[in-house]
């Protein structure tokens, strides 16, 4: 995707860099807040981040905006960092919000010394209602008339742990009367007496982010803070900190967040998913997580396709989610080998082969590749699985598959009559029974038979057994957040089946992390809960979009 036009953000920094601000120097930040895992918004945001940097040669710093210390925790900040690697980026510094609380609380003291911040003993209750409405301006309560040394003597026992959580806020002395809501003395410092996971007791005040996050964006020295469009109105905020505090000049930009079809995306509703059993885990399979798009198979370059492929928007909107199984389905098509599983099996018998005896036969492993990439052998014998749904009793027309009187090609074997089919007590069809022409032999056939269809198989005293993970949309519906009530109760009861399989003795070598085709079923991956004696698949993607639109 060479080719593609500039993105909006692009031409802002082909432009900077044209008029030579910050001296050409390009540096983004990637701000997540360690309280959760990151999901495929966050990849988003990652790429492009990252992206940009790359592409004018600048750096992109990892920033964990640990402010709020109930929330946050170190399993998360190992989990991002991890996740960051994997979609195959390099941050150039790992920072922490939370190493600049001295600093933060020096620049609040600065502020306070210049007559533009003070200390409120109000309730959140009273401050919402002192800031009036859009239409009408806030009323100063008594407390914004504090002195300057009364307020640096009251911040200064807030942080000595004077009061308890509640008693007093530091806001801003911006202006009540603002059309801008979040310019009428937004608060700067709560006080909250909780363990931070790293910098522990050592405070019991903690910066707002409004606060904290420009002024570790000017810190950092930070050239383009991109974050997503609700952060529009928080900007006159951000400028006027960095204005009156006389820091390095950063600035914000907002674009779309992704919102994808049949998905939810903020972490509040993913941890309720996990805590409530809903999924595994962060990182099951279903879960629109990093973690769980790596453990269903999805490769990371086509996550970073993905991103690249919705491109920047400047307006919100809604990214279906068959865009992205498209993008893993094309880039799996190029690259993995093909193995024969059956996931729904039935025997077939085959009445003139000899009782005992087994052929080796070979095959590709990958035919879009020149020379297939290497091949397999695998083993025949008179009695192999097949998919049920190769078989009807009564097949209709262009059926080209198996019924009583109809031939195939078993893959890389012989050609094979269905002459009859066995059924159990309660109707149910158990054995198909079929002649095999020998002189049909796959790579050597002089039989001049040419059957339409060719269906997989595999051996019934060779094949490896296996639990397959069947993955289907986590919701039923396409915006589960946006409809009347939980958006829990609109969770897919059938999003996930898991299912015995018969697959061909290659399959026991499978590696964690490399994808298979399993041949007319779709593409697999082995399972971090598969072992030498069980080996667990999970479907990463179906071979062709079943959902129709
Ligand atoms: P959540 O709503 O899931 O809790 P968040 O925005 O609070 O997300 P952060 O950890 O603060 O999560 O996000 C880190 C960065 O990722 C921010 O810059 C944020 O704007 C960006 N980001 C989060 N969600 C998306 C999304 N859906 N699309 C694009 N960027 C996103
Ligand atoms: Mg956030
Ligand atoms: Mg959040």
Known sequence: SEERSLNFLEEIVEEDIASGKHGGRVLTRFPPEPNGYLHIGHAKSICLNFGLAQKYNGKTNLRFDDTNPVKEDVEYVDSIKEDVKWLGFEWAEELYASDYFDKLYELAVTLIKAGLAYVDDSTAEEIAAQKGTPTEPGTPNQYRSRTVEENLQLFADMKAGKYPDGAKVLRAKVDLAAPNMHLRDPLMYRIKHAHHHRTGDAWCIYPMYDFAHGQSDAIEQITHSICTLEFIPHRDLYNWFIEKLNLFDSHQYEFARLNMTYTVMSKRKLLQLVDDNHVEDWDDPRMPTISGMRRRGYPAAAIREFCERIGVAKRENMIDLSLLEFCVRENLNKSTWRRMAVLDPIKLVITNYPEGQTEMFSGENNPEVEGG????????????????????????????????????????????????FVKDAEGNVTEVHCSYIPESKSGNDTSGLSPKGTIHWV???????????????????????????????????????????????????????????????????????????????????????????
């Open 373 to 420: 990439d290497g091949s397999r052998e695998f083993p025949f014998s008179k009695e192999i699985w097949i998919e049920r749904e190769d078989f009807m009793e009564e097949p209709p027309k262009k059926f080209f598959r198996l019924g009583v009187g109809l031939m195939v090609r078993l893959k890389n074997a012989y050609i094979v009559k269905c002459d009859s």
């Open 459 to 549: 051996s019934a005293a060779h094949a490896k057994t296996a639990e397959v993970r069947l993955y289907d949309r986590l919701f039923r519906v396409e915006d589960p957040s946006n409809e009347e009530g939980d958006f829990k109760e609109y969770l897919n009861p059938d999003s996930l089946q898991i299912i015995n399989a018969y697959v061909e003795p290659a399959l026991a070598d499978a590696q964690m992390g490399t994808a298979v085709q399993f041949m007319r079923k779709g593409y697999f991956t082995l399972d971090k809960h598969s072992t030498a004696n069980k080996l667990v698949f999970n479907r990463t993607v179906t071979l062709k979009d079943g959902w129709k639109v």
